[in-house]
């Protein structure tokens, strides 16, 4: 909780339409790469920068022995490598191989139609929630 009980109402409500409304998506994106939705999330948080599997394992929310698994897991299928970090010998980084950045597209080509909550909206209504979410981005260093 935020010291902001109005931010938390928002991100409430946020958060719930979009995991109200994402299982089409959700099921058409695995049913075309082929792979569990958990790895999915992995490559798309790899497809914004190589991280470690420590990073990784903070960035997608599991713990470091799963984060691994998910690692190897790609890594056989050849959509991730793992070299060892310039900037620290003693660690590895782990990023998208092309195989990889081709299926992160192929997943960001799939259609998510808003949902009919969302479209009913009318243009200068989702013109500043456009704005608010860009500035809460920007906000989060995304």
């Known amino acids: 909780m935020s010291d902001n009980p109005l931010a938390d109402e928002v991100w409430g409500a946020m958060a719930a339409l979009v995991l109200d409304n994402r299982d089409s998506w959700k099921r058409a994106v695995v049913e075309q790469s082929g792979l569990p939705f958990s790895r999915i999330r992995i490559l798309k948080r790899l497809s914004r920068r190589p991280m470690s599997v420590k990073e990784l394992a903070h ?84």
């Open 59 to 142: 960035a997608a929310t599991i713990d470091a022995p799963a984060a691994t698994v998910a690692v190897n897991d790609l890594e056989g299928r050849g959509l991730v490598v793992r070299e060892v970090d310039p900037t620290n010998r003693r660690c590895k980084v782990v990023s998208l191989t092309d195989d990889g950045h081709a299926v992160v597209r192929d997943i960001e080509a799939i259609t998510d139609p808003a949902p009919d909550a969302l479209a009913s909206l009318d243009d200068a209504e989702l013109r500043s929630l456009k704005a608010i979410l860009v500035r809460v981005q920007s906000l989060s260093g995304r």
